[in-house]
């Protein structure tokens, strides 16, 4: 699975890994899933279908972030909702002992 296809949201290209049995969960340098990037950029089309060929949803980044994580980080309230509706943990920490509300709530400009 491409994790540069998912972050650019090349979303025809992210259908044809999986559907040529590409790994959903394959983990980048950074210990990052393709749902991972997804997640951080947004892609809710493509989120949906890297949970449906099972991308495992509580992976862990090398900073112990989840895809919650980085939805609430980057502002995606879509992709928090999409996650949490597919049964993410919504209060898990990270390495930090943060949560993804206090992210979501640390990158708001007021």
């Known amino acids: 699975m491409s994790h540069a296809a998912v972050q650019y949201g090349h979303f ?6 999986l559907d040529r049995r590409g790994d959903p969960s394959l983990a980048d340098d950074k210990s990052r899933s393709p749902l991972h990037a997804a997640a951080r950029y947004g892609h809710l089309v493509t989120s949906n279908i890297l949970i449906e060929a099972g991308a495992e949803k509580e992976l862990r980044d090398c900073r112990g972030r989840s895809c919650m994580h980085l939805a609430s980080e980057n502002g995606h309230p879509a992709s928090v909702s999409i996650l949490a509706d597919k049964g993410a943990e919504i209060n898990a920490r990270d390495d930090s002992g943060h949560t993804p509300l206090l992210l979501a709530v640390a990158t708001v400009s007021l």
């Open 12 to 17: 025809s290209t992210s259908k044809l890994l």
